[in-house]
């Protein structure tokens, strides 16, 4: 065990003198016989209001007090406490765990009671939200991690937990990019990259990264397997900040597609104080559009009929705060809807194998044809 | 372009000779005047057996005459010429596609009617399996993936499409397995690893590798995501057969961890016919056990309801011909049954975060303590 994991030590004094402050505020209120609380931001759409100043999803001032003595909330308080102390334990011991895993950590049976501390991980996974927002912290600097997915190959290295990864000599498989992206974990190294291409599938990517589009267009290329998770979005928000790196998303010409730009723009609505430090506003989408299906002379085969729920969606997103200001946004999902299909990335395969990375993706980035 | 995808010169040209002598029977019975076919081994239960003496599953010899006259057979008879082509073009322009890129790159609307080539990806799919089988050999060698899932660390050195890939040195992220592992493009290089542990979720993988059992137990770590794909499947083969490591598994203890197993060691059902160059009659069974409840001082907490489905799928798989006539397996699962409960891996958290790390897996690996 040569390499401690986690989040730098910095950072993991920080959150642990949080959590240490949640706990002597518990304590003392018990020790002077008042009812202890804990105080947990609302996560609610209530609660969440868009910036335009920042141009950033933000949590309001409302929170909603957690008291021990009260039947309705002792359930969660106690699992806030419980959880807080498992994070505890976590950053003490240097190590991470799964969500699955804290649940797991922290399941018992309360004793002398037939009541189990949390029913599943569902219960449990809440709970470490409000921990974060009440901590203000992020889940990655708690040492927690979800399921990681996407991957990685470009004209940059990173460092990975004291690993140089050369992410130019990454084969067909790439590399896979973790869960927790903190720069205590990982940090950038030597990049000739000029901008990010991020793509919705990794079979998409796998085109790129064989017609090697990122030597040929020095930039790096990425992928999250439909709505990147958050390791990956907190990679792209560094790639932008840090490095200065532009972040073009290549999505299908559907809602889901412009959802998941959505979040990468703007941050999710359910999730709005994570967006300080994983949402990229600057984020570029340059595909596919609707009128694709003409400009680029496509057959009827590769159109897929939008059904009610695909309508009722994108007019939802149409009404989002940062697209219902933005012509080019409202004129793109107009003629979606126009159209009445949507169509994937791969619908471009049906004029050449490398149309996408030989033509479409070269004349849209030198035409800068994109929407932000 | 420096490198061109795929597989290498002999496997291409073996490859494309077989399409060519399809073509050229369809060509010649076509011109004398005769009903083209082609013939397709079924893929079916009733023509597929398990070898006791090869420990395998295989297919029969059955097959399925399509003739293009024959009102129920023409559509599928050209699907299959259609798709032939299409992996013609793809061998000869040296690249590779997903199953979804070659349904898109052959998806058209027949001149002269309102016929698609093809409803849906499913009916391509299907379509690209009778090929593999008639042509006796791999979706890969046809130069198609899928989906990628899968990651890798350990004391290996890979080469990928010619780049070198120090697996020793991967972070926490890992080598992301790619979906064609076939020796043309995935080479082993030095390894001092002197087995593989093969875990079935990628939050478990993350616990090894932050613990740095590869490390420590100088081993090589995989996951699948579950049940892993083909590509997973091919390099864990590869690493058996040409590496001679043993291949040991760590699943949770239900029907489903019990598949996982079963696929790895005998391949799929389904499938049979890849069988021969992925299945790996000597993998081992190491955990989760029935009886690591009790072994190891474990909670009533961790205990996950058998539901009548699981019932039924165990004893499904109990009466496997690979499982049928051992009696530890059979003891195996009637002990899960007996005791009512499943158990995932991370149970074993309630004990310590790195129990299963430290203590559960290197007991079990000195004790040789698994099933086959």
Redesign the interface.
């Known amino acids: 065990?040569?390499?401690k994991?986690g989040t730098g030590k910095g950072v993991r004094e920080e959150t642990l003198g949080k959590i240490g402050n949640l706990g002597t505020a518990v304590a003392t209120a018990a020790l002077a016989e008042h009812d202890p609380f804990v105080d947990v931001p609302m996560r609610t759409i209530s609660n969440t209001t868009y910036s335009e100043a920042r141009r950033l999803l933000q949590m309001g001032d409302a929170t909603l007090r957690r008291n021990l003595f009260n039947t309705a909330q002792a359930r969660k308080f106690m699992q806030t406490v419980l959880l807080s102390k498992g994070c505890k334990?976590?950053l003490e011991?240097q190590?991470?765990?799964?969500l699955?895993?804290m649940y797991?950590?922290s399941?018992?049976?309360i004793a002398g009671t037939n009541e189990?501390t949390f029913e599943d991980q569902e219960e449990s996974d809440g709970i470490l939200e409000d921990i974060e927002v009440a901590l203000a912290t992020l889940r990655e600097n708690l040492h927690l991690?979800?399921?990681?997915r996407g991957?990685m190959v470009g004209n940059i290295t990173?460092?990975?937990?004291?690993?140089?990864?050369d992410c130019r000599?990454?084969?067909?498989?790439?590399?896979?990019?973790?869960?927790?992206c903190e720069p205590s974990?990982?940090q950038f190294g030597k990049c000739e990259a000029k901008f990010v291409l991020h793509v919705e599938?990794?079979?998409?990517w796998?085109?790129f990264n064989?017609?090697?589009f990122w030597?040929?267009h020095n930039c790096i290329l990425t992928e999250g397997?439909g709505q990147p998770p958050r390791g990956v979005r907190r990679l792209l928000y560094r790639l932008n900040k840090e490095l200065g790196l532009p972040i073009i998303c290549l999505l299908d010409c559907d809602p889901w597609g412009h959802y998941i730009y959505s979040v990468i723009k703007q941050g999710s609505i359910n999730l709005a104080f994570e967006s300080e430090r994983m949402a990229i506003p600057d984020a570029r989408y340059l595909g596919i559009r609707a009128a694709d299906f003409e400009r680029c002379g496509l057959?009827?085969?590769?159109k897929i009929s939008l059904n009610d729920r695909d309508t009722e969606r994108a007019k939802q997103i149409a009404e989002y705060p940062w697209f219902a200001k933005k012509k080019p946004w409202q004129k793109e999902i107009q003629a979606m809807l126009r159209n009445g299909f949507k169509m994937?990335v791969?619908?471009l395969?049906?004029k050449d194998?490398?149309y996408v990375t030989e033509v479409y993706v070269p004349e849209r980035l030198k035409a800068k044809d994109w929407l932000d």
Chains 1, 2 share one sequence.
């Open positions: 065990m040569a390499r994991a334990d976590l011991a190590k991470t765990l799964s699955r895993g797991y950590k399941l018992h049976t189990k991690f979800a399921k990681k991957t990173v460092v990975d937990n004291g690993d140089t990864i000599h990454m084969g067909t498989g790439g590399y896979a990019i973790p869960s927790i974990v990982i599938k990794d079979t998409v796998s085109r064989e017609d090697r030597e040929t397997s057959s009827g085969d590769v994937e791969e619908s395969i049906t194998i490398s």
